[in-house]
């Protein structure tokens, strides 16, 4: 996206002992903010003329269940976004374990992606793609402070999904 004019946040959290919950409704305003368009049958990238405004709302739980065993769990959901915005989801959730005792590491984390767009028949129209859940999975040793060894599986279940073109996972 183009430069952040001006942003806001308003956030609250709680604190316990063995965790951490955060609420922030956040609003943005871009200018200049950069948009794909077809020129010509060609896809070109420009600035947008005018100012492009998003808000939403962050939510955030840290929680150490156990001794060497955190939880961590977030949701994001967009309420307004601009016209250009159709190629990424507009609520996105994450719940992962983590795991660190002595020398052994690991996590477990599970990704959800709602819904989104993607320009087709050189941009003459929108395709919705599906929203879609990803797991990752990663176990490590350490060594000595500068020496581990780290196996990780992306995608673990071997989900098939589609991302509009110029976006990421």
Known sequence: RGAQEEGAAAA????????????????????????????????????????????????ELQME????FKLLATATWLLKTPETFFRESRDLYSVSGLYDQDSFYGSLGAYYHSAKQTLVNNGA???????????DLKAGYRWAPTLRTE???????????????????
């Open 65 to 68: 269940l156990v001794p060497g």
């Open 125 to 135: 129209s929108k395709q919705t793609l599906d929203s879609y859940v990803v797991l």
């Open 12 to 59: 609250g959290s709680h604190h316990r002992e063995r965790g951490l919950f955060s609420l922030t409704y956040f609003y943005n305003e871009f200018s200049d903010a950069i948009e794909q368009a077809i020129v010509n049958g060609l896809r070109i990238y420009r600035n947008s003329p005018g100012i492009e405004i998003s808000d939403g709302v962050e939510s």
């Open 151 to 169: 196996v990780e599986v992306l995608n673990l279940l071997d989900e098939a999904y589609f991302t509009p073109t110029q976006t990421s996972r």
